[in-house]
């Protein structure tokens, strides 16, 4: 069984200040694909950024970074000069392929308050 | 559509009432997730749909929920006999099936359901 864990229910950051959401997941498994979701109070759930497992070099999307660390299986999020619109909960998600499709499974989410 | 639309946005039900979630994916989609988001909690797998294959229904919590996919497009979540432990957001995501697992899936805004 795959299982995703997101150790930090809570945080907040001052705007324009930097923060990082852990995520660790636990899996045998040697190719699969990791996301962080974004969903803010309108429910609807955003793509952040994806790392593909066998890539080494770290994702990074404008103020959006990841701190991939496979032998850990740690998948950090880096969002830097925080805007008051990264306010949202963030889900760190792994997924791994199947042959009969694709298997998708989520953390129990980070809530990041953007601070003025 | 551009995006994966979800009706009803809110529904309030009885407890025992028969209940029935819409979600119309994005056109040309062919691979379909149900997912349930309880009161701070992460995304539960519900169901899979992935062409014309039989679906993934590993997710389900019991026999009083059920889903079809009418010509490979749009999904119907029914909730049967509802109970208060159901009140949750619904929450539905679709893939073109190749593309899943660079861009991950495009999830609608969900259905809030509560039981009184």
């Known amino acids: 069984a795959q299982t995703v864990t997101q150790s930090q229910p809570e945080m907040s950051v001052q705007e324009a200040e930097t923060v990082t959401l852990s995520c660790t997941y636990d899996t045998s498994e040697s190719n699969y694909y990791l996301f962080w979701y974004k969903q803010p109070p309108s429910r609807q759930m955003i793509l952040v950024i994806r790392?593909?497992?066998?890539?080494?070099q770290n994702a990074t999307e404008n103020r959006f970074s990841v701190n991939f660390q496979k032998a850990a299986k740690s998948f950090s999020l880096k969002i830097s000069d925080s805007q008051l619109g990264d306010t949202a909960m963030y889900f760190c998600?792994?997924?791994?392929?199947?042959?009969?499709?694709?298997?998708?499974?989520f953390g129990t989410g980070t809530s990041l308050t953007v601070i003025p | 559509g551009a995006g994966v639309s979800q009706s009803p946005s809110n529904k309030v039900t009885e407890k025992g009432k028969d209940v029935e979630l819409r979600c119309d994916p994005i056109?040309?989609?062919?691979?379909l997730y149900w997912y349930r988001q309880s009161l701070g909690q992460g995304l539960e797998f519900l169901i899979y749909f992935q062409g014309n294959s039989a679906p993934d229904k590993s997710g389900l919590p019991s026999d009083r929920f059920s889903a079809e996919r009418t010509g490979g497009s749009v999904s119907t979540l029914t909730i049967q006999r509802t109970q208060q432990e159901d009140s949750a957001v619904y929450l539905c995501a679709s893939s073109l099936a190749s593309q899943g697992a660079f861009y991950g899936y495009t999830f609608g805004s969900g259905t809030r359901l509560t039981v009184v």
């Open positions: 998600a792994f997924m791994k392929h199947l042959s009969t499709g694709n298997q998708f499974y």
């Open positions: 056109s040309g989609h062919t691979a």
């Open positions: 790392q593909e497992a066998y890539k080494q």
